[in-house]
């Protein structure tokens, strides 16, 4: 799977931009570093223009 660019973070959620190839399935799960740390986010929702919304599993701080 591709690189997506995060573009919103609401506490828990995450909405992530990819391109039109590479959006990834609900349920799927997506990892993204932070300070160092992989931390794991699960794909709940398409919503539409290339964007995934996602639920962390873990601590959103850091994320940008």
Not at 2 to 15: A, F, M, S, Y
Not at 33 to 39: A, L, P
């Amino acid at each position: 799977m591709g690189k997506g660019k995060i573009r919103q973070v609401l506490g828990p959620v995450v909405d992530v931009e990819f391109d039109k190839k590479e959006i990834p399935q609900i349920n799927e799960a997506l990892n993204v570093k932070v300070e160092g740390q992989t931390r794991t986010m699960e794909v709940a929702q398409l919503i539409g223009n290339h964007q995934v919304r996602c639920i962390i599993l873990g601590r959103s701080e850091g994320l940008a």
